[in-house]
């Protein structure tokens, strides 16, 4: 026997065994030994030839098979390969006279459990041999069970599979992960290097990286990729890996998975491009709807500046009339001319123009309308801070001085329905944000605020509400508190309103965008939280969070290709 076999953990009590013996001696031998073994029932068929014994097989179900490989019918390894084609599942043991070792090895590996020689059978031995043989067969059925459904789950999955040799560079691809990529088995290199050379270039850096970062400090292997394809063009990967360490610390073997995610990437992409179109509308939408407020705002005091204007232009010509009769009165005293009826003239012309009257109002016109030209400049300026141009790129920004130029903006959305009050925190840093959708998630928040209180004061004649804005400095984050006093939102949609296209509001009021991109600006592209507090009847509370330093994205989120480190390999 190869090897000892160790005492079975399993308790056998009943056993049916098929002895395939041509010797009748050794038959004997054996029947009288499996009678005295303790504890277990053997109940024993003897067959002389290999037509018996797959006759036997084809009729009976024996739990092991004792088979000598020299019979009157077949020899050798013939005899193992007949026996196990009928029996593929039942434990063999070989029974050897003079065959040769080569024979026994090819037979452990044909499928045979153990081997035992004749004429030195001890009772012990041969219990223990059974027993083993049972337990190794069942667990050698259990394994191939196992791979069998493994095999089926991965061939009915997306799922791709490779294995990394570390040390001598050898790499495994399963048919899945090679077909993604188009791969044959003919033109197939089973190296690291085939599956380095495929990376994209702008990937080529971060994978190495991650590979040596895993190997080397147990960081977590699961990145995204592109490798080409055969075709040339290049396939996005989704994998996950886990190394195998020695007793020494060194990476010896690493397998994972790998799924083709490139029409998940695509989805993205339009997913991407429907945001930056809804995105688009909504903006156009908020200058539609601020058109007209905007229009308004100014036109204000482009009226009185008008008016001023106009007033000052007719108080110059009576100015000037004045001016002209001190100028004649000046001449005449200069000559020695009599310049009483000059000075009456001057007096009437003083009269009529009404100059002390000319006198208050000029300069208080001349004040207004400096302050209505103020007042459009600081409308244009908010404006023109509101529709900030979108960037990808995150800027330092006042978070305090962009929020009132968005209350500026929106002003008559809200002045005719509610009082707005700011409580800005003056210790407010600068904010690292997007600063054009930060604006645009304020407006939504403000316009909602308004409508909110106007539906609901439709119910209170009339009662003005209040809208509430406050910054604070929260450390590593700055928090915006947005609310308002109108009807508030029933807490069973609270979960629904950052839905796209979910709406409270009446038909033609709302598109259902506005707090859908609002999650989207805080949540996807400042890493922050946006939460809501709502009360029915009492109002709504926005609380919106995000990181004063905009976090510094991870190497695998990176495209360019960095300074490369070799993975070590002990």
């Known amino acids: 026997m190869s090897e000892l076999p160790v005492e079975s953990s399993r308790i056998y009590r009943d056993l049916s065994l098929l002895h395939v013996e041509d010797s009748r001696t050794d038959h004997i031998i054996i029947k009288g030994i499996l009678q005295n073994i303790p504890g277990c029932n ?38 193992l390969a007949r026996v196990h084609d009928i029996a593929p599942h039942k434990p063999i043991i070989l029974l050897t006279g003079n065959d ?3 024979v026994i090895i090819e037979g452990i590996r044909h499928g045979a459990q153990d081997y035992l020689p004749k004429g030195n059978v001890k009772p012990d031995l041969l219990k223990r041999t059974i027993f083993a043989a049972i337990d190794r067969k069942a667990i ?15 061939r009915g999955s997306s799922v791709g599979l490779w294995d990394w040799d570390v040390r001598n560079s050898q790499f495994y691809w399963s048919d899945r992960f090679k077909g993604m990529l188009g791969i ?37 292997y699961d990145i995204e990729y592109r490798l080409r394809h055969e075709k040339g063009h290049y396939v996005w990967m989704h994998t996950r890996g886990q190394a195998i360490w020695d007793e020494d ?12 995610i490139t029409e998940k990437k695509k989805a993205e992409k339009d997913r991407v491009n429907i945001e930056l179109q809804l995105r688009h509308a909504q903006k156009l ?20 500046v008008g008016d001023n204007t106009r007033f000052l232009q007719d108080a110059f010509i009576d100015i000037e009339l004045l001016l002209k009769a001190c100028l004649k009165l000046i001449e005449h005293t200069e000559s020695g001319q009599d310049s009483q009826p000059l000075v009456n003239e001057i007096k009437e012309i003083i009269e009529d123009i009404d100059l002390n009257f000319l006198m208050d109002e000029v300069p208080n016109a001349a004040q207004q309308s400096l302050d209505g030209i103020e007042r459009i400049g600081s409308i244009v300026k908010a404006m023109k801070e509101f529709s900030h141009p979108g960037s990808t790129n995150k800027q330092f920004v006042d978070l305090n001085k962009s929020i009132a130029s968005t209350i500026t903006v929106s002003r008559n959305e809200w002045k005719y329905v509610a009082d707005l009050k700011t409580d800005f925190d003056p210790e407010l840093k600068l904010v690292e944000c997007l600063p054009g959708e930060i604006n645009q998630v304020v407006l939504n928040m403000i316009v909602n605020a308004a409508h909110a209180i106007e539906e609901k004061n439709k119910e209170n004649n009339n009662e003005r509400g209040f809208i509430r804005i406050g910054t604070e400095n929260l450390g590593e984050y700055c928090q915006i508190v947005i609310s308002d006093t109108g009807g508030g939102i029933p807490a069973e949609i609270h979960q629904k309103i950052f839905d796209p296209f979910f709406t409270t509001k009446n038909v033609g009021k709302g598109t259902g965008q506005g707090l859908a991109i609002a999650y989207s600006v805080i949540v996807d592209k400042h890493q922050g939280t946006i939460d809501i507090k709502s009360e029915k009847n009492i109002g709504t509370m926005f609380i919106i969070k995000i990181p004063i ?21 002990c």
């Open 140 to 154: 050698e059925e259990a394994l191939k069970t196992s791979e069998e459904r493994f095999e089926l789950a991965v």
């Open 184 to 220: 044959t088995d003919e033109d197939f290199i089973p190296d690291f290097s085939s599956f380095e050379n495929r990376l994209h270039p702008e990937d080529h850096g971060r994978v190495m990286e991650a590979l040596r970062r895993h190997m080397d400090d147990r960081h977590e």
């Open 100 to 102: 040769s070792e080569d």
């Open 549 to 569: 330093k905009s976090p510094v994205e991870s190497n695998s989120a990176q495209g360019e290709r960095t300074d490369e480190k070799k993975i070590a390999v």
């Open 42 to 79: 053997f109940t024993t068929c003897n067959v002389v030839t290999m037509a018996e014994a797959e006759q036997a097989l084809l009729e009976n179900d024996f739990d092991i098979i004792l088979l000598d490989l020299s019979l009157p019918d077949s020899t050798g390894l013939d005899s």
């Open 285 to 304: 939408e908020a200058i539609g709807q601020l058109a007209a407020g905007i229009a308004h705002e100014i036109n204000t005091p482009i009226q009185f």
């Open 249 to 260: 610390d060194c990476p010896t073997r690493m397998a994972g998975s790998v799924d083709d």
